[in-house]
C-alpha cells in the first residue's frame, strides 16, 4: 500500500505548495481536488488544463504521483454526460490513474429504481470511457449517494460488475468500531481507493489526528491487506486545531508505522 495526501486537505494553500509539503514529508501521491486546485471557482466552470499540465510536470519533478483525480461528476444525475469526457481530459493531463465520481444523490433504500438504473448506465458508460484512455474509476462512498451503507455499495459494484469500476472505501463515522471491521470485510475485494479521516468518537463532526480515531485503523488496514488490497491510503481530512505542516507529518508518520 502506497500513502497519499489529498489536497482537498488545504483548501486555501496553491496546489503547488501542497505538492512540495507531500514530497518533503514522504508521501508517495497526491489526490488533486477537482475543485479550486483545477481552475474550478464555481460549479459551472471547467477544470483549466494548462493549470492540470503545470501539476502534472510539477508532481513529476517533486517524484510524486498522482493517483487520483477527485472530481464532482455525479453518475445518475442531470448533466453527468455532458461533463464526462471533459472530466476525463483532465484526468489524463493529470497522468491520474483514476477519476473519483459520487454515485447519485439519492440514499441507498429511499432511492427510486429510475434513479437507480441512472447511476448503473451512466457508470458503466464512465467505467468504458476511462478505460479506454487506460484510466479507471473509483466511486465515492459517502452519505447522500447510494453508497452511503455497505450494501449499497456492494450491489452497485455488482452490478456494473467492470474491472475499470472500484469503491473508493472511507469510514463514515455513524458506524461503531465494529460494523467498519464488517463493512471492510465485505467491501474490500471491491475497492480501488481509500480515503482516510477519524473523529475521537461515533457520530463525531470534528476531525482528529487518525492516531486518535474511535476505531481501530491498523485492524481495518489488516482486512484490506488480506484482501489483496495494494492502492493509496490517502489521507483526506486533518484535525482543523493543530497547525497544517505538523498534522500532514503526523499522519504520515503514523500511516508509515502501521501499513501492513
Known amino acids: 500500500m502506497d500513502i497519499g495526501l489529498c489536497t482537498i486537505t488545504n483548501k486555501d494553500w496553491p496546489v503547488e505548495t501542497v505538492l512540495e509539503l507531500a514530497a518533503k514529508t514522504g508521501y508517495d501521491g ?3 481536488w477537482g475543485r ?12 483549466d488544463l494548462d493549470t492540470c499540465r503545470n501539476i502534472a510536470s510539477r508532481a513529476s519533478d517533486l517524484g510524486l504521483e498522482i493517483p487520483v483525480y477527485g472530481s464532482y461528476l455525479r453518475p445518475g444525475t442531470t448533466g453527468f454526460r455532458d461533463k464526462l469526457a471533459a472530466e476525463l481530459e483532465v484526468a489524463v493531463v493529470l497522468n491520474a490513474d483514476l477519476i473519483r465520481v459520487w454515485p447519485g444523490d439519492q440514499e441507498y433504500g429511499d432511492h427510486t429504481s429510475t434513479h437507480w438504473d441512472n447511476i448503473v448506465n451512466d457508470l458503466s458508460l464512465a467505467g468504458q470511457q476511462a478505460a479506454d484512455r487506460k484510466l479507471g474509476v473509483t466511486v465515492e462512498k459517502h452519505e447522500g449517494t447510494v453508497t452511503n451503507r455497505g450494501e449499497g455499495a ?4 455488482e452490478t456494473v460488475d467492470s474491472p ?14 465494529e460494523d467498519l471491521l464488517a463493512e471492510a470485510e465485505l467491501l474490500a475485494p471491491m475497492c480501488n481507493n481509500i480515503h482516510l479521516q477519524a473523529t475521537r468518537e461515533q457520530g463525531g463532526q470534528r476531525r482528529c489526528l487518525l492516531s ?3 476505531f481501530d485503523l491498523p485492524a481495518l488496514l ?11 491510503l490517502e489521507v483526506e481530512f ?3 486545531t493543530t497547525d497544517y505542516e505538523t498534522s500532514v507529518r503526523a499522519e504520515h508518520e503514523y500511516l508509515a508505522g502501521i501499513v501492513p
Not at 479550486?36 to 477544470?47: A, F, Q
Open 238 to 240: 486533518v484535525d482543523p
Open 30 to 32: 497526491v489526490e488533486i
Open 36 to 47: 479550486k486546485h483545477v481552475g474550478v471557482d464555481s460549479s459551472g466552470d471547467d477544470p
Open 212 to 214: 486518535d480515531a474511535y
Open 154 to 157: 456492494r450491489r452497485l459494484l
Open 222 to 232: 489488516s482486512v484490506f491487506d488480506r484482501s489483496g488490497f495494494d492502492g493509496y
Open 164 to 177: 475499470a469500476v472500484g469503491l473508493n472505501w472511507q469510514p463514515l463515522f455513524h458506524l461503531d468500531g
